[in-house]
């Protein structure tokens, strides 16, 4: 709650009540096997070696050449490291590992269909395919170092070895996650400017084979409309040899891989030797604006820091079996599915499906069937698998010795579960806080020095250090109880490089705000604003508390406002729209949409399903709203601008504050009227919301 006195505080300093956990310390069995086990990798990595610390993570990697520039600042804040290096991250990932461990399976694919059996990819396997596909891009696809190439692929292994043939060749691969619409695949085709197009005919999904191809041709047409043309498909199938999609293959354009592979059998394709700051990958990820931002990866740079965290935080030795279940679409899965892991030559885990079916149950099963000892997942699923079966992971003989949180804040009593009843208190656990934007880790703890916290993220990632501002850019203080705007005081290898084609919006976004002195090339003018409000306690541990920007975070996945928006005014009848958050127990956060109609138009339930199937379309399922509510009109500013925070506040039966400013307070009893009293009549009865859950509603949309 927000007393008289605090209520003068600038926005950033709202002060955050919250009871302080008691520490948590790591099983013994855990700390013997660790690999950062000795206290003395802090000094390693204090300020005074930055920027120097960071060649550790670079040493754990292959070079063709050695870098001679740990860090260049000469553009700020366009960051260059490791310059004048030379690698490849598809030889770092493979090649490298095959002198030892060739016939150790790198990959293993847990189909969804419990009845087909997993399938083990092994080091030399995945080298022969690396190259067999890399050999067809090259060569069928006319694509060379420096070309862009968008996936839109499920989660197959065939997504691991796209990946690694575009790095073996030194194209910059653009993976959409599979559960995206069309549309959104097709903006992000245009946006990167890729002809050429990977997808796959189908996969499993809740037990369904979901048809996907046709996905592609809606993509196809998007990137069209969008000025990019796209003049290959390539087509990988689910079922060797069968077709599972209804779309027709379009001559000319559209090709099944497994037919042109058979053209590169046992094709050897050379690494590319590329230079560290080439970049490796972009990942579109959702802003404050309605276009998605492409962020920029480098290849030396995001190779070493996915490296190192990996070996560091997620404690991953070769002989580890290594199961991250977030979508190789999202960064969590390029880092810490693919990269990491397999650039220290681990085994690493796929699994196809939803983790709840068919029932609670399964992810402990492949856990135990294949012996999983690390496990990642996010609070969203953790929720979930307690929800649905709360005992079920007692019922099987799995073991973990550690376990990863990403995505969202944890709930202590959900943090609680994971650890006694998932992890059956003999594993570690890492709540992970970081971005697309951030390539690896910024705030955890090292799992076998640093106790762990429920809640908190722990303090940040060797060789990061955060900061608290207000939004004057005075330092909030560790343990002043009160929150203000995450930043990062340092440029780290993992940082993307900047917003594909976009780079005024990179510095702007991320760097002006905080920015001392814009002709300073002194990193030390430059702090990264993450755009997380974060409250420090005294120990230095950060509790992150949510985006502060029109950001909403649905089971760790960011939506921007804008983009549903923009979707629900695609349908002919809306006039004005507005998303806006609800807690959810499950995914964390829910959108609802609130829309107004053109003026004559009437109000239906039709209109309602338009603007869901609209959001469908253009995003996805994943951001299917909660509700539409139809109202008269939005309650609005007397410059005319939607107050978001206001009927934000209605949806979560929170406080709707002060609506004396608005040019139409009476609407806001209407809508209250409507809306809450159908949420009652379906059963949604409301909780409390937390103190900092109506802080966050109150500040939500603020920017108006
Ligand atoms: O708000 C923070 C939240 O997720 C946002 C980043 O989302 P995305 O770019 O999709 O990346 C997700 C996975 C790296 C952050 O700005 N977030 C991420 N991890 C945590 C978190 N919030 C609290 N605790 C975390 N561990």
């Given at each position: 709650?927000?007393?008289?006195?605090?209520?003068?505080?600038?926005?950033?300093?709202?002060?955050?009540?919250?009871?302080e956990e008691e520490y948590d310390f790591p099983p013994a069995g855990?700390?013997?096997?660790?690999?950062?086990?000795?206290?003395?990798?802090?000094?390693?990595?204090?300020?005074?070696?930055?920027?120097?610390?960071?060649?550790?993570?670079?040493?754990?990697?292959?070079?063709?050449?050695?870098?001679?520039?740990?860090?260049?600042?000469?553009?700020?804040?366009?960051?260059?490291?490791?310059?004048?290096?030379?690698?490849?991250?598809?030889?770092?990932?493979?090649?490298?590992?095959?002198?030892?461990?060739?016939?150790?399976?790198?990959?293993?694919?847990?189909?969804?269909?419990?009845?087909?059996?997993?399938?083990?990819?092994?080091?030399?396997?995945?080298?022969?395919?690396?190259?067999?596909?890399?050999?067809?891009?090259?060569?069928?696809?006319?694509?060379?170092?420096?070309?862009?190439?968008?996936?839109?692929?499920?989660?197959?292994?065939?997504?691991?070895?796209?990946?690694?043939?575009?790095?073996?060749?030194?194209?910059?691969?653009?993976?959409?996650?599979?559960?995206?619409?069309?549309?959104?695949?097709?903006?992000?085709?245009?946006?990167?400017?890729?002809?050429?197009?990977?997808?796959?005919?189908?996969?499993?999904?809740?037990?369904?084979?979901?048809?996907?191809?046709?996905?592609?041709?809606?993509?196809?047409?998007?990137?069209?409309?969008?000025?990019?043309?796209?003049?290959?498909?390539?087509?990988?199938?689910?079922?060797?040899?069968?077709?599972?999609?209804?779309?027709?293959?379009?001559?000319?354009?559209?090709?099944?891989?497994?037919?042109?592979?058979?053209?590169?059998?046992?094709?050897?394709?050379?690494?590319?030797?590329?230079?560290?700051?080439?970049?490796?990958?972009?990942?579109?990820?959702?802003?404050?604006?309605?276009?998605?931002?492409?962020?920029?990866?480098?290849?030396?740079?995001?190779?070493?820091?996915?490296?190192?965290?990996?070996?560091?935080?997620?404690?991953?030795?070769?002989?580890?079996?290594?199961?991250?279940?977030?979508?190789?679409?999202?960064?969590?899965?390029?880092?810490?599915?693919?990269?990491?892991?397999?650039?220290?030559?681990?085994?690493?885990?796929?699994?196809?499906?939803?983790?709840?079916?068919?029932?609670?149950?399964?992810?402990?099963?492949?856990?135990?069937?294949?012996?999983?000892?690390?496990?990642?997942?996010?609070?969203?699923?953790?929720?979930?698998?307690?929800?649905?079966?709360?005992?079920?992971?007692?019922?099987?003989?799995?073991?973990?010795?550690?376990?990863?949180?990403?995505?969202?804040?944890?709930?202590?009593?959900?943090?609680?579960?994971?650890?006694?009843?998932?992890?059956?208190?003999?594993?570690?656990?890492?709540?992970?806080?970081?971005?697309?934007?951030?390539?690896?880790?910024?705030?955890?703890?090292?799992?076998?020095?640093?106790?762990?916290?429920?809640?908190?993220?722990?303090?940040?990632?060797?060789?990061?250090?955060?900061?608290?501002?207000?939004?004057?850019?005075?330092?909030?203080?560790?343990?002043?109880?009160?929150?203000?705007?995450?930043?990062?005081?340092?440029?780290?290898?993992?940082?993307?490089?900047?917003?594909?084609?976009?780079?005024?919006?990179?510095?702007?976004?991320?760097?002006?705000?905080?920015?001392?002195?814009?002709?300073?090339?002194?990193?030390?003018?430059?702090?990264?604003?993450?755009?997380?409000?974060?409250?420090?306690?005294?120990?230095?541990?950060?509790?992150?508390?949510?985006?502060?920007?029109?950001?909403?975070?649905?089971?760790?996945?960011?939506?921007?406002?804008?983009?549903?928006?923009?979707?629900?005014?695609?349908?002919?009848?809306?006039?004005?729209?507005?998303?806006?958050?609800?807690?959810?127990?499950?995914?964390?956060r829910a959108v609802e949409m609130y829309v107004s109609l053109k003026?004559?138009?009437?109000?239906?339930?039709?209109?309602?399903?338009?603007?869901?199937?609209?959001?469908?379309?253009?995003?996805?399922?994943?951001?299917?709203?909660?509700?539409?509510?139809?109202?008269?009109?939005?309650?609005?500013?007397?410059?005319?601008?939607?107050?978001?925070?206001?009927?934000?506040?209605?949806?979560?039966?929170?406080?709707?504050?002060?609506?004396?400013?608005?040019?139409?307070?009476?609407?806001?009893?209407?809508?209250?009227?409507?809306?809450?009293?159908?949420?009652?009549?379906?059963?949604?009865?409301?909780?409390?919301?937390?103190?900092?859950?109506?802080?966050?509603?109150?500040?939500?949309?603020?920017?108006?």
């Amino acid at each position: 709650m927000v007393t008289e006195q605090q209520s003068e505080l600038s926005e950033a300093q709202i002060a955050v009540h919250w009871r302080e956990e008691e520490y948590d310390f790591p099983p013994a069995g855990f700390v013997a096997q660790a690999n950062a086990a000795d206290p003395e990798i802090r000094t390693r990595f204090a300020e005074e070696r930055f920027p120097e610390c960071f060649t550790e993570y670079a040493d754990l990697l292959s070079w063709d050449a050695r870098w001679q520039t740990t860090l260049d600042t000469s553009n700020p804040p366009f960051w260059k490291w490791f310059v004048g290096g030379r690698l490849n991250a598809s030889y770092n990932c493979v090649d490298r590992h095959l002198a030892t461990d060739r016939n150790k399976a790198a990959l293993v694919w847990v189909p969804e269909p419990e009845a087909d059996g997993t399938v083990a990819v092994t080091y030399q396997e995945l080298y022969r395919r690396v190259n067999e596909f890399a050999a067809l891009l090259r060569d069928f696809g006319r694509l060379r170092a420096g070309d862009r190439v968008t996936f839109h692929l499920p989660m197959v292994p065939d997504l691991p070895v796209s990946m690694l043939a575009c790095a073996r060749l030194g194209v910059i691969h653009s993976q959409v996650f599979g559960g995206f619409s069309g549309g959104a695949c097709g903006e992000r085709i245009a946006d990167s400017g890729s002809r050429v197009l990977v997808t796959m005919d189908g996969y499993y999904r809740n037990g369904e084979l979901v048809d996907h191809k046709v996905k592609a041709d809606e993509a196809v047409a998007r990137a069209a409309e969008l000025g990019q043309p796209v003049d290959t498909v390539l087509v990988w199938r689910r079922h060797r040899g069968q077709y599972a999609s209804r779309a027709p293959m379009v001559t000319g354009r559209d090709v099944f891989v497994d037919e042109v592979l058979r053209d590169y059998r046992d094709a050897v394709v050379e690494p590319v030797s590329m230079p560290a700051e080439a970049p490796l990958f972009l990942m579109y990820t959702s802003g404050t604006t309605a276009q998605p931002k492409g962020c920029q990866h480098s290849t030396g740079g995001y190779l070493a820091y996915v490296t190192g965290t990996s070996k560091y935080y997620q404690d991953i030795h070769p002989n580890d079996t290594y199961w991250c279940m977030a979508d190789i679409g999202w960064i969590t899965g390029h880092s810490y599915i693919v990269y990491g892991p397999l650039s220290l030559g681990t085994t690493s885990v796929l699994y196809e499906g939803v983790p709840t079916y068919p029932d609670p149950g399964r992810p402990w099963r492949i856990a135990e069937r294949l012996g999983v000892t690390i496990f990642h997942t996010a609070p969203t699923a953790i929720r979930m698998l307690r929800k649905l079966g709360p005992d079920e992971p007692r019922q099987h003989d799995h073991h973990f010795k550690h376990m990863t949180t990403v995505g969202e804040p944890i709930e202590p009593e959900v943090w609680r579960w994971y650890r006694d009843v998932v992890g059956k208190g003999e594993a570690v656990v890492v709540d992970t806080w970081w971005q697309t934007e951030n390539g690896g880790f910024l705030g955890a703890t090292l799992p076998a020095l640093e106790p762990m916290k429920p809640g908190s993220c722990g303090p940040g990632v060797l060789g990061v250090y955060p900061v608290i501002y207000d939004e004057h850019g005075d330092v909030v203080p560790a343990g002043s109880g009160k929150a203000g705007n995450i930043c990062i005081r340092n440029p780290w290898p993992g940082i993307f490089e900047t917003i594909w084609g976009q780079p005024e919006r990179f510095v702007q976004i991320y760097y002006e705000k905080y920015c001392r002195n814009p002709d300073s090339t002194d990193w030390r003018d430059w702090p990264y604003f993450a755009g997380d409000g974060a409250v420090q306690a005294a120990d230095g541990y950060f509790r992150i508390l949510g985006r502060v920007d029109d950001v909403i975070n649905v089971a760790g996945h960011r939506l921007g406002t804008k983009e549903l928006e923009s979707a629900s005014l695609t349908v002919e009848e809306v006039a004005e729209a507005a998303a806006v958050p609800v807690i959810d127990e499950v995914r964390g956060r829910a959108v609802e949409m609130y829309v107004s109609l053109k003026p004559g138009v009437t109000a239906s339930e039709g209109i309602e399903r338009k603007v869901a199937q609209a959001i469908d379309t253009h995003i996805g399922k994943i951001a299917r709203p909660m509700h539409v509510w139809i109202v008269p009109d939005m309650p609005k500013t007397r410059s005319g601008k939607i107050m978001r925070r206001v009927i934000a506040a209605i949806s979560n039966f929170g406080d709707v504050g002060d609506t004396t400013t608005l040019s139409n307070p009476e609407i806001v009893d209407s809508i209250r009227h409507h809306v809450q009293a159908e949420k009652l009549a379906r059963g949604q009865t409301p909780r409390q919301l937390t103190p900092q859950e109506a802080d966050e509603i109150r500040k939500f949309g603020n920017a108006e």
